[in-house]
């Protein structure tokens, strides 16, 4: 945990803290694949599903932010 609270606190010197909050959406996610990589547990459709709209909707919002 401090670990990541300091990788978070040491993210906001390089990047926006908007885009920093988006991304910290998808901590469900990469905790979900570390835990099947590292624990073996199962990750189910209806998991999947979530992943794919949290990761979708992460992706179109930061894309919407970029100024054109």
């Known amino acids: ?23 910290t959406l998808t901590a469900p996610v990469m905790a979900a694949f570390g835990a099947y990589i590292f624990y073996g547990e199962n990750i189910t459709l209806v998991s999947v599903i979530g992943f794919t709209l949290i990761t979708i909707s992460a992706v179109l919002i930061l894309q919407k932010k970029q100024p054109t």
């Open 1 to 23: 945990t401090i670990l990541g609270h300091t990788f978070l606190n040491f993210s906001l010197t390089e990047i926006k803290a908007s885009t920093l909050s988006i991304l």
